[in-house]
């Protein structure tokens, strides 16, 4: 997430040791936001198995996250779209740099799932062969 702010603040001109403006802190603000948002979306459809990654479970299996996940997508839009609501939050529209850094956070929370999903699943099938018995599910 703090990769998501120093990108914004990087990218628009800002240098250590400077004060950004703060139209640019304000857009910081906003990357940083819709980085931790889209993480958050991303994990709750990653937390449905504690096995499998979620490129292999069906998204109709649990149709409530997706409707939560749908809910906090146009939250999302309605945060960024309706201006008073986003001044008085004090954010701003990420840049393009800023939804790179968002997306690229859901990604990283997927893609780190699936890295513990698999040595979790390596480690259950060690412990299977040595004669013990797992109690995990899915």
Known sequence: MAVAFIAVLSSSG??????????TLAMASGATFAAIALGQMANAFAC???TV???RLAIRDNLFIVVAVAAELLLLAVFFGVT????LLGGSP???VGWIC???AAS??????????YVRRRRLSRQDQ????SVLGR
Do not use: N, Y
């Open 14 to 23: 800002w240098r250590w040791g400077t004060v950004p403006t703060a139209g």
């Open 102 to 104: 968002a997306f690229g």
């Open 94 to 96: 990420p840049p393009t």
């Open 48 to 50: 449905r198995s504690d």
């Open 108 to 117: 990283m929370v997927i893609v780190a799932d699936a890295a513990h999903k």
């Open 130 to 133: 040595w004669g013990k018995r």
């Open 53 to 55: 990654p979620v490129w």
């Open 84 to 87: 008073p609501l986003t001044q």
